[in-house]
């Protein structure tokens, strides 16, 4: 490939390729301040389908060790999201160490704080103002389970805020470094927050988790106690490699729901939801 | 005769996770189902040593001969069960 990017997050390497310069730069900028790996686990390419395509309406596709078969191109534009889009799909499909939980997870005193929900239940725009608070952002998209010791490790890859998201973060941590605004993407307005530094300087620091959220937007402030069996079924469905990794995930999840409370939580907007997580967090 | 698979259990409020190592699968399970499982054990009985030892075993009173084989047909339908 043309250009090359590789990135650690957390303890998972990746290595970018691109037939562009835009979207490599753009990766250099943003994760100017995460270390490189020793050895990717994950490829991503990203490459203009047909020569002619490298210069006329550019479109990005995205290829890999794993793939989506209908994953269509994006307009060179979005090239930022193409290959935060590849190496989220490489981590989906790939990863085997750990299990992984469609979540996003925070730290404080040396605990975690898993939230899991789906698209648009918040996840992303709840991680990032906690950690405007003094958590410390663990990741807004996978929380990384090791079977073999039930600690938490982090994957702050860059932050994905969506819509009206977007204007929240901005609003709270208005000092922070941001990706450019990508309008009109597939999945609506995106831009990316970088993790600040405290973020990435303790990313290689597993810790034990000690709450599991399922948030949900929209609704009167409320808060419920999720019994072991919906949480077991709720994560299995969170993960995108449960099946894969066989009885290790078994015994991670098993062991993850018998040991941590969980709660799921109604909220009518964000202040509202921090508040019930800070009071739910004080009253472990 | 019938044996119950190689399995790992945890139990859960009032579910069972069951994975099923030769599949994969994992399976929830409400009670009997873990009873069953348990009693069996992977040596196996017949139906009438494990009617039997069920009934000596947990509070099954409402629990008759057409349900244990009802239950058991199911457990030998999702794998979890092998008849020999």
């Known amino acids: 490939m043309r250009h090359a990017f590789s990135v650690r997050i957390g303890p998972v390497g990746f290595r970018i390729g691109s037939d562009w310069r835009a979207p490599v730069a753009q990766l250099e900028t943003l994760y100017a301040d995460y270390p490189k790996p020793e050895i990717p686990d994950f490829t991503v390419r990203l490459f203009a389908a047909r020569p002619w395509r490298r210069f006329v309406r550019p479109s990005v596709t995205i290829e890999g060790d794993f793939v989506l078969p209908d994953a269509a191109p994006l307009p060179l534009a979005q090239g930022l999201l193409a290959a935060e889009m590849g190496m989220n799909l490489q981590m989906a499909l790939g990863q085997r160490r750990f299990l992984l939980l469609h979540a996003s997870a925070v730290e404080r005193d040396g605990r975690a704080l898993l939230m899991a929900g789906v698209s648009g239940a918040g996840k992303s725009t709840l991680a990032a103002l906690l950690s405007a608070r003094g958590w410390r952002l663990m990741g807004d998209e996978f929380a990384l389970v090791d079977p073999a010791t039930g600690l938490v490790h982090a994957f702050p890859r860059l932050v994905s805020l969506k819509n009206t998201a977007i204007g929240v973060v901005e609003a709270a941590l208005p000092n922070a470094r941001y990706g450019p605004l990508m309008a009109g993407t597939p999945k609506g307005d995106i831009r990316h927050l970088v993790p600040d530094a405290a973020a990435v300087a303790a990313m290689n620091e597993p810790v034990p988790p000690a709450l599991i959220l399922f948030p949900s937007y929209g609704f009167e402030a409320e808060s419920r106690a999720v019994p072991e069996s919906e949480v077991f079924v709720r994560l299995t469905q969170a993960s995108t490699n449960y099946v894969a990794i066989g009885e290790r995930g078994f015994d991670a999840l098993t062991r993850l729901v018998k040991t941590v409370p969980a709660r799921a939580i109604d909220y009518p907007d964000t202040e509202s939801a921090i508040a019930q997580v800070e009071a739910l967090w004080a009253a472990l | ?84």
């Open chain 2, 1 to 84: 005769m019938a044996r119950a698979e190689s399995l790992r259990i945890v139990h859960l409020d009032a579910f069972t996770a069951i994975y099923h190592r030769a599949s994969g699968i994992t399976h929830l399970l409400a009670s009997p189902a873990p009873e069953i499982l348990a009693t069996l054990g992977e040596a196996g009985l017949s139906r009438a040593d494990l009617a039997a030892k069920l009934a000596a075993q947990y509070d099954m009173a409402d629990f008759d001969a057409a349900a244990l084989a009802e239950r058991l047909d199911e457990l030998v339908v999702s794998g979890l069960v092998a008849t020999a």
